[in-house]
Structure formats: C-alpha cells, structure tokens
C-alpha cells in the first residue's frame, strides 16, 4: 500500500545532491537538503519515542526558526498532527486552544515555559518541550539522543496533517483540519499554476525562493514552504522581515511571498528599482486586500505586476490570478 504521507512526496523532491544548500539564513547558516533529512528524522524518532496515541497533535508556539520548521516537517514524518499557534497569543487563548484541540505534545519557546506548562499540564498534556530561535531547546536537546534513520510513517490521503485555527471573525476561532491529501494537492497545483522552475534561477538551481513570513499560518508554512520543498528549491530564510534585507536578497532569488503591508515597506526604500529585481520572476500577494495603489506604484518601480491569490485556513490556496 503506498503511503500519502506529505512528507513523503516533499521528501522526493529533494535533490540527489544532499549537500547542496537547502536553506540560507540571514545570519548566513546553510542548511543542507540532508541536513534536513536527518533533523527531521532525529525529531521524528523523538515524537515516536514518547508512545503517543494514533492521531495526537502537536501544538508548536515558538518564534520562527529553521528548526521550527523542521518540528512541522518531523511531526507528519511521524504521522502525527500539527497545529501551529499565532506567537502572539496570550494565555487565554492558548488555553482555549489547547484545551480544545487536546494535544499530546506542547513546544513552546523557553521564555514562556513557566505558563505555557502550567496551562498544558493541567489540560491533561503529557509532554512540554522548549524550542527557541538561536537553535537552543529541550527539544533539541532530546532529538541530539536519537537516530537520524526514520521511516516514513505511511498515511492515507484524508488522514489528518495539521489543524490551523480560523481567525474566528465569526465568533469563537475554531481548528481548520487539513489532510495530507489537501496539501499535496495544493502544493502540487500552485507548482504548476505558478510555474516553479526546477532548472535556470541565480545559481543554476531553479526558483529560489525568499522566506520572509511567519510560519504559523498557511501562507508561510503550507504555501511557501511546501512550494519550495516539492520543487526542490533553495529558499532564503528571514527570521524577521527587513526591507532592505529584502530586496539585497532579490540578486540571488526569484520568487517572493508576502502580505501587501511587506510591498508597501520595500516600496519605501529607495533601493527598490528595476535593477534590484531584474532576477526575479514572481512577486505574490495574500493573507490581506493589496490596495490598486500599492499594485501599480509596484508595477512601475520594479516592472513586475504582483500575482494576488486568496485562500483560507479551511482550504489553503483557493484562487488564484
């Protein structure tokens, strides 16, 4: 029987050369494509090592991180579930969400230990782990003591991958549940739609694409990651999102994501122009309405026209232009 694992299929598209980099960070670490193959396993040995029951969500609010990245990745690894949470919540929310979406592992980042437990442990969550954005943690401590080997939990097309909170603009936020099967077919999908390119780009290697949003929702975790990894394509990660960073970064890139309030920041750098764009083949805009005059004073400073998509956390991508 053949498995529907996501990570299986992002796994495939990983180049046949390992060492090749896979990820770049702003402060100028490379992570390799087998690097992230052994993180995730090295994870993914930990998650399975604490006997979790079939189906048990991971609930993740911690600042962005490749590692936390790697944490999504390693839970549908282990056929587990992932429910990522805005870093901005505060207690209240958190213990609606965990005690409605009862997870088995909790990971926070070390500075919101002390609450984050309180609230996890008393909801009936058997395991807090700390995970921080300079790549220190108990998490990453215990996954040091596993093997970097996993096998590929298999999963079924309609298992459940990750649980997203709406925004609740409807009244109380309640838990999106998306399967393996949804986000494959989307990433698949915008993959063809938005013509990602596995060959060509800055370094001969494809689109490359610049990461520069949080990872807690759909836009940053399922469209820009899963669009990166199912073609094999190098990104450039942002911790934080700077302007001027950014645009320095379109030299060696040629695709970026963003919500309309990043274009209107790079919009008012004066090093934004034709020549600081001209490797660039795609800008996409989401998460929010981009303003016609954001649109076209875009348009005539770079040459690019901005491709609009909308999706939900119900649905992930659901149009696009």
Not at 32 to 37: C, E, H
Not at 123 to 134: I, M, Y
Not at 195 to 203: C, I, N, Q
Not at 274 to 286: D, P, Q, S, T, Y
């Amino acid at each position: 029987m053949s498995s529907h694992n996501l990570f299986s299929a992002l796994r495939a598209a990983f180049p046949t050369d390992g060492t090749a980099t896979a990820v770049e960070t702003d402060e100028g670490l490379r992570y390799s494509w087998s690097d992230l193959d052994r993180a995730t396993a090295m994870m993914a040995n930990l998650l399975q090592s604490l006997d979790l029951p079939e189906g048990s969500r991971v609930a993740v609010q911690v600042e962005k991180s490749v590692e936390a990245m790697m944490l999504y990745l390693a839970t549908l690894r282990a056929g587990y579930v992932f429910l990522p949470l805005n870093t901005a919540y505060q207690s209240a929310e958190i213990e609606y969400f965990i005690g409605n979406a009862e997870p088995a592992v909790v990971v926070c980042s070390g500075a919101n230990f002390g609450w984050v437990s309180k609230i996890a442990f008393k909801a009936g969550t058997q395991h807090v782990f700390t995970l921080n954005d300079d790549r220190t943690g108990s998490l990453l401590d215990r996954a040091a003591h596993h093997s970097d080997q996993h096998q590929v939990v298999p999963r079924q097309a309609d298992d459940l991958a990750a649980i997203l909170y709406t925004s609740g603009t409807t009244g109380r936020s309640k838990g999106a549940m998306l399967t393996h099967g949804n986000m494959l077919s989307n990433a698949l999908t915008l993959k063809d739609y938005w013509g990602w390119k596995a060959t060509g780009g800055p370094d001969g290697h494809g689109d490359v694409l610049i990461h520069a949003l949080p990872i807690f929702h759909v836009h940053g975790l399922f469209v820009a990651i899963h669009g990166a990894l199912i073609n094999g394509s190098k990104m450039i990660w942002m911790a934080k999102f700077d302007p001027k960073r950014a645009i320095a970064y379109m030299a060696k890139a040629t695709v970026f994501m963003g919500v309309p309030t990043l274009y209107v920041r790079m919009l008012a750098e004066p090093t934004l122009n034709k020549a600081a764009v001209k490797n660039m083949r795609l800008f996409i805009a989401g998460s929010a309405p981009l303003l016609i005059e954001t649109f076209t004073e875009w348009q005539e400073r770079t040459g690019h026209t901005i491709l609009e998509r909308y999706g939900m956390s119900e649905t992930a991508m659901l149009t696009s232009n």
